[in-house]
Every structure is written in structure tokens, then in C-alpha cells.
């Protein structure tokens, strides 16, 4: 580093803090091509703020302070016009804090708009107010925080009526993901990009104790998959399971359990290109009568599997962390294949074979029940396993590829509570 900087002119190193390719992290770099839209999706503290601004200098700022750059009318617009003003312009990653002195736009107050020393300007619009978006017209546009706009979509179909300047118009999207239509239809957009990161991305930038508090309070949960790993949590229409509903029954850890087992949804082949081969661990209290049996989902196990073997040894692996009572696993796609290969591994391991003679979604309706009914907990990491859950409608599975996870929690669940307590014999009371 010394070295490097030591090869620098006088005037390099003068312009070297307001270079931003050299200090950016990859989220916030925009991605080549022709792109329409470049929605930047991440964490709380990810650095999406300085990414907008800093694609809004690349555009305006030509070569010299004077030099006209890609564009010259550029919409900033979000949540509020309090909320453009002192995150996006005056914030500490705001245009202002970001740009350098011979190139930094004056604030017009009385117009709501900055001013660049080339002639270009960028003016204020708030979500709460789209019809001032009709009549201007824009060759760039910087979006902050869609997924929680008032008048989202109304306001996002006036600024792309707006954007019609120039060769190519542009727009950035920065924003904390949200199960919202809008921003999920812009995600779809052929001529939509994307990035995203997580809030330890911009680590370095954060305060430690910041991060240590929200990841001891919001990690492994629904709340932290969405605001600290950016990530995009959908429900379908109709889903037999919400989010909500299953972060109301989310605990810490589960109590001393009756019985616990593993259950395997074996992928239909054994390849690179397979999906993935769900793995649950789960756990019941069977004491007293059935309607008071409560399970609990411990782990989700699953993984990649190329061959049998890989998911064969991490479904015993499982198996052995929690001591489980037996392995259930479907066997529509490999037959004995599936119990064979599990006693290659384990030749004693207690073993059940679960055949499907109804379709998923039929099968996953009792255990929706049971969550309705309060009697089935989550542990916390379980994201990917609730993702699924929120696509899976009584018309099947909304998401892509097979919900195997899915697959796996009913074929546990049904073992320990609806199975066995079909079975359940209440203890005969005798009297003398």
C-alpha cells in the first residue's frame, strides 16, 4: 500500500478519497450492460445510500468540473420530501458528503433541487405527492427505499413515464427489501439488475456494538433475514403459512422432547444439477393427549447432494447430533435405493419408509393446521425452510424448483404428532 500510494502524484492523491471505484465494495459498483433499472437490495448499513449517490456524481460529473457528464436533469425521489433532503442530499453518504469541492452541487432551497457547477440538476419528488412527477422529464433518476413508499406504485409508474431524456435513461434503486407487488415487479423487469449485501458487508464502516446488539436480537429470524441480510421475503397468495405466523411461534430453544426424528426428501436424481435434498430435524412433546402434543423444529440439515452418498451421511449426521429416534424418508423416487444407502452408512440406524399417494400440497394441509392451532415452534436460522413454506398454496408451490424442505417438515411432522396420534390409545382406568 505504502508503495502504491508513494507512485501517486500530488494531485492523484488529492483526488484519490473521492474516487469511488477504488473504495467500493462490489454491491455497490453498477453492473455493465444496458440495463433500465439497477436495484441495489441490502441490509441496514450495507452502504446502499452512498452507492445512490455516488451513481448519481458518475452520472452528472463529466471530466472537468465544467464538462457536461451522462446526464443533466436527474429525479431524486422518495419516501418524503424530509427524507430526500436529509438522507439522500445532506446525509452523511449523501450527494453532498460525497462529492468533491470543485464538483459539489449548490442546494436551491426555494426549488428543491441541486445545482451543479456543469449545468446539471437534480431535483426533489416525494412518494406522497406522484402527481408532481407528471410534466417533467428526467435522463436519470436515483429511488430511495421503494418497499416502503405510500402511493408506491403510482408514484414509480409517473417517474418511469418521466424518464425519457437522452440516448438511454437510467434509474438506481436503493432499498431495504420488502414483500411489496412494486418492488418485486421491478425485480422481474428483463431490463432490470441487481445487487445486494448484507449489513456485515459494510462491517468496517459500522460501529461494533451496533452490530453485535442486532445480531444477538434479530439474527435467525424473520426480522433479521430482512433488515441486517437484505434479503427478499416473499408470500405467496393464499400460502398456507405467513411469515407473521411464524414468527409468533418462533422460540429461543425447545424443551426436554419425547421423541425426535430426521426426515430425508431425497432428490429425484443424484447429480451437480439436482435440487437439493431436505434434511429437517424435528421434535415433539407426546405427553398427555394428543391435542396437547407439541413438536419443534430444530434444524434444517438439508443440502446439495451430487450423489446418494452426501445426503445419505448428512441425514445420519443429523441423526447422531440429536440422538433422533428413527430416519424417515420418502421413497417414491428411490425406493429401497433409500434405505439401502442410509445402512451403508448406518447399517442399525431406525428406519421408516413414507410413500406420498397424494399430492404436496394435500399432503401439507394437515400440518398447516397444526400451526394454526399453535402446536409447532420454530427454532431460529431456519430461513430457507420458511421461505419455501410461505410459497406453498393450496394450488401447489409458487417458488422455483421443488420445496424439498417442505416435503421434509410434513413427512416429520405426520410421524410425530398426525401419525402417531391416530394411533394414540388412552390408558385404561381402572377402579377398585
Known amino acids: 500500500m505504502a508503495e502504491f500510494l508513494e507512485g501517486l502524484s500530488d494531485n492523484a492523491l488529492l483526488a ?5 471505484e477504488f473504495w467500493a465494495l462490489p454491491h455497490q459498483l453498477a453492473p455493465e450492460g444496458a440495463w433500465k433499472s439497477w436495484v441495489i437490495m441490502g441490509g441496514r448499513g450495507a452502504g446502499k445510500t452512498r452507492a445512490g ?3 448519481v456524481r458518475s452520472m452528472v460529473e463529466g471530466s472537468q468540473p465544467l464538462d457536461v457528464g451522462r446526464a443533466q436533469r436527474v429525479a431524486l425521489v422518495g419516501e418524503s420530501v424530509d427524507q430526500v433532503r436529509d438522507v439522500m442530499i445532506f446525509g452523511d453518504s449523501g450527494i453532498l458528503a460525497c462529492s468533491p469541492p470543485d464538483r459539489r452541487p449548490k442546494w436551491e432551497a426555494s426549488r428543491a433541487r441541486l445545482l451543479w457547477p456543469n449545468g446539471a440538476t437534480a431535483s426533489v419528488y416525494s412518494a406522497h405527492n406522484p402527481e408532481k412527477l407528471r410534466g417533467p422529464q428526467f435522463d436519470a433518476a436515483w429511488v430511495d427505499e421503494l418497499a416502503k413508499w405510500p402511493n408506491a406504485q403510482n408514484t414509480w409508474d409517473m417517474l418511469q413515464f418521466s424518464l425519457r431524456l ?3 435513461p437510467q434509474q438506481v434503486v436503493t432499498t431495504t427489501p ?3 407487488e412494486v418492488l418485486k415487479a421491478v425485480l422481474k423487469n428483463p431490463s432490470t439488475v441487481s445487487t445486494h449485501a448484507p449489513t456485515q458487508a459494510n462491517r468496517a464502516n459500522l460501529a461494533s ?3 453485535e446488539e442486532v445480531e444477538r436480537r434479530y439474527a435467525g429470524t424473520s426480522q433479521g433475514r430482512q ?12 400460502a398456507m403459512w405467513s411469515l407473521t405466523q411464524l414468527e409468533r411461534g418462533r422460540v429461543e430453544r425447545a424443551p426436554a422432547l419425547t421423541r425426535i426424528v430426521v426426515a430425508v426428501d431425497p432428490p429425484v436424481t443424484g447429480h451437480a444439477g439436482s435440487d437439493e435434498c431436505g434434511i429437517l430435524v424435528v421434535g415433539a412433546v407426546t405427553e398427555g393427549p394428543p391435542q396437547t402434543w407439541r413438536a419443534f423444529v430444530l434444524e434444517d440439515a438439508s443440502v446439495k447432494a451430487a450423489s446418494p452418498d452426501t445426503w445419505a451421511r448428512a441425514a445420519i449426521a443429523a441423526k447422531e ?3 433422533a429416534d428413527r430416519v424417515v424418508a420418502e421413497v417414491n423416487q428411490g425406493g429401497d435405493m433409500v434405505e439401502s444407502v442410509l445402512r451403508q452408512i448406518d447399517p442399525l440406524v431406525a428406519y421408516r419408509a413414507v410413500r406420498a399417494t397424494r399430492g404436496k400440497a394435500v399432503r401439507a394441509e394437515p400440518v398447516a393446521a397444526l400451526y394454526e392451532q399453535g402446536r409447532v415452534s420454530h427454532l431460529p436460522n431456519l430461513g430457507k425452510l420458511e421461505d419455501q413454506m410461505c410459497l406453498m398454496t393450496s394450488t401447489g408451490f409458487q417458488g422455483k424448483g421443488s420445496p424439498d424442505r417442505v416435503d421434509a417438515l410434513v413427512w416429520a411432522l405426520t410421524d410425530l404428532i398426525i401419525d402417531a396420534g391416530q394411533h394414540y390409545q388412552r390408558p385404561t382406568v381402572r377402579t377398585l
Not at 484519490?16 to 469511488?20: A, E, G, I, R, V
Request: no cysteine.
Open 178 to 180: 420488502r414483500n411489496v
Open 53 to 55: 449517490a455516488e451513481w
Open 16 to 20: 484519490l478519497p473521492w474516487m469511488f
Open 166 to 168: 437522452g440516448d438511454h
Open 209 to 211: 456494538s451496533f452490530l
Open 227 to 238: 433488515e441486517l441480510e437484505g434479503i427478499l421475503l416473499e408470500e405467496a397468495d393464499g
Open 321 to 323: 447430533r440429536y440422538q
